[in-house]
């Protein structure tokens, strides 16, 4: 019995299609990335920011992706107990990418929130009085 490594969803596929996402929304630029995933395929990425949801940039520093950030959460969301169906397959080649879909959207969700209240006076000023 041999083994479809296109049927698992791979961890590292999503964190590079939630990262070049966020990448996008922070810069308001749009462009193309290409990986190769494990079994050869190859993927190509239209990321073009999403308006409704982009980041207000008041310093180039806000434009940059907070990767010890970003890596806290992925830690949390690829722990077995969230997200089982990351250590087993899923069957067929398209319910792998579903959940790598899903598992990628909820890091960006999750990274947009953190940010947006890091930002929120309130939290700034809770932050100054540590």
Avoid at 18 to 37: M, P, V
Avoid at 59 to 68: F, M, N, Q, S
Wanted: hydrophobic content about 35%; charged content about 25%; proline content about 4%.
């Amino acid at each position: 019995m041999s083994i479809d490594p296109s049927t698992y969803p791979s961890r590292a596929f999503i964190r590079f299609m939630a990262q070049n996402q966020l990448r996008a929304d922070l810069t308001g630029q749009s462009f193309t990335t290409s990986i190769q995933r494990s079994g050869g395929e190859s993927y190509l990425q239209q990321v073009t920011p999403n308006r409704s949801e982009a980041f207000t940039s008041e310093t180039p520093e806000d434009a940059v992706l907070d990767e010890d950030l970003f890596e806290e959460i992925a830690k949390t969301t690829f722990s077995a107990s969230r997200y089982p169906e990351l250590y087993q397959s899923c069957g067929t080649h398209r319910a792998a990418k579903a959940v790598e879909t899903r598992v990628a959207n909820e890091l960006i969700d999750t990274y947009r929130q953190i940010k947006q209240k890091q930002n929120c006076a309130l939290v700034e000023r809770l932050n100054a009085l540590l």
